[in-house]
């Protein structure tokens, strides 16, 4: 139950893309398809802007996008906005009902 | 609109026990598969424990397995989790999840658990 690699932190001006990785095993990413993405600002609840792997929740807006090639998933965010600054994690079924989280990036707008 | 709120949390000594209690409302609690996912301070979200709709199926995070236990009572749409052999480590902020089909799509506010 290792956590999912992802990159301690990205940055982009406004109205650039960024794109976060996050990279597990066959026995998680690699073997299902059903990869979250949270959004979570200090103090708030973690919400989600992307599940099962490319699909985007109601009113979470059409610059966060997501894809996945082989054991890595990856997030873009694209026409970075100041609101979208924070900690963003992915989360992967690994099988019998469990779950693992990744290790968490920090995305700055500058 | 479902809710979820924990309660429970507070500061307790290493190797004492404590228990937390989740009250859901606003959904069919019974049908849903239901979550514990943690996060200590300056560290990231970790999954904790998992029960099945009916309470008959739980899993564990290695980190947690044998100490803690995750219950429900679909009678009064609550989820537990007992935790039992406190470690200093496990001092974090103790969210309950709500899981639909794959997503942890309702999340609690949180309960601080402090082991000191």
């Known amino acids: 139950q290792s956590a999912l690699t992802q990159p301690r932190s990205v940055s982009g001006s406004p109205g650039q893309s960024v794109t976060i990785s996050c990279t597990g095993s066959?026995?998680?990413?690699?073997?299902?398809?059903?990869v979250s993405w949270f959004q979570h600002h200090p103090g708030k609840v973690p919400k989600v802007v992307i599940y099962d792997v490319t699909k985007r929740p109601s009113g979470v807006p059409e610059r966060f996008s997501g894809s996945k090639s082989g054991n890595t998933a990856s997030l873009t965010i694209s026409g970075l906005q100041a609101e979208d600054e924070g900690d963003y994690y992915c989360c992967s079924y690994a099988g019998s009902y469990n779950y693992v989280f990744g290790s968490g990036t920090q995305v700055a707008v500058l | 609109q479902e809710q979820l709120v924990e309660s429970g949390g507070g500061v307790v000594q290493p190797g004492r026990s404590l228990r937390l209690s989740c009250a859901a409302s606003g959904f069919s609690f019974s049908t849903y598969v239901m979550h514990w996912v943690r996060q200590a301070p300056g560290k990231g979200l970790e999954w904790v424990a998992v029960?099945?709709?009916?309470?008959?199926?739980?899993y564990y995070a290695d980190s947690v397995r044998g100490r803690f236990s995750i219950s429900r009572d679909n009678s009064r749409d609550t989820v537990y989790l007992q935790m039992n052999t406190l470690k200093v480590e496990d001092t974090a902020v103790y969210y309950c999840?709500?899981?639909?089909?794959?997503?942890?799509?309702?999340w609690g506010q949180g309960s601080l658990v402090t082991v000191s």
């Open positions: 066959s026995s998680d990413v690699g073997n299902y398809d059903y």
């Open positions: 999840v709500r899981a639909r089909l794959f997503v942890l799509d309702s």
């Open positions: 029960v099945s709709y009916d309470g008959t199926n739980q």
